[in-house]
């Protein structure tokens, strides 16, 4: 579940006519070069503080039917150690969200957002290197089947460019709420080739552990 919900992103139109959308359009671009700018980049545990921030992000970020209720996620670090609630911290600023279950085989990426004012900076694909430089395992996470919408093929092109594979592999993500449906998604991993040859085990160890259910 990878920041499947878009509305909250302004659309920035470039008109000399309209004061407000060129003031937005300046702030965008400003927004871009600080990004650019920034040297300080990680992943921390959540803090306190954090709370509100995260809250706003997570909420608006995912659909209903893509996110755990807000109050049993915030519990989480608390009840299950191999679940991590990072906050994505640049130059001192909250700018994001990574949750990451640490399997003893792969992680695996539950929820990966960033701020809407923070994004087109490459502050993403930072803060996933950053990751991936961080684990000895292969990472896996889900995505919305390619081909099934413009965002979908933008998301999957985003993993590619970081190095991630997508499986061609049937994969139906359970619902995260009693009268909820599964989803038929695809996954993405840092190997390929080893998600293909243990699909079966990773998707196991994925019903079992993230959504409390066996094998669909």
């Not at 008109?15 to 871009?32: A, F, G, I, M």
Request: hydrophobic share 40%.
């Amino acid at each position: 579940s990878v920041n499947k919900q878009t509305s909250r992103q302004v659309t920035h139109i470039n008109n000399k006519n309209n004061p407000v959308s060129s003031t937005r359009s300046l702030v965008y671009s400003s927004t871009k070069k600080l990004l650019r700018l920034m040297t300080s980049l990680a992943l921390r545990p959540f803090l306190p503080s954090d709370k509100p921030f995260l809250i706003d992000l997570y909420e608006h970020s995912f659909p209903e039917e893509g996110r755990r209720p807000t109050r049993g996620w915030l519990e989480m670090p608390g009840r299950d150690a191999a679940f991590c609630l990072n906050g994505i911290e640049a130059d001192g600023v909250a700018a994001g969200l990574l949750t990451v279950w640490q399997f003893r085989e792969f992680a695996y990426v539950e929820h990966f957002a960033v701020s809407p004012e923070m994004r087109g900076g490459g502050l993403g694909a930072r803060a996933l290197q950053t990751l991936v430089e961080s684990v000895q395992v292969p990472i896996v996470l889900e995505v919305e089947p390619k081909g099934s919408t413009p965002m979908a093929d933008r998301r999957i092109a985003f993993y590619e460019r970081q190095g991630f594979v997508l499986s061609p592999l049937s994969y139906m993500q359970p619902p995260y709420r009693p009268e909820g449906a599964a989803i038929a998604l695809n996954l993405m991993s840092t190997r390929g080739d080893w998600l293909c040859a243990s699909h079966e085990v990773v998707c196991k160890e994925i019903y079992r552990r993230v959504y409390g259910v066996a094998a669909q």
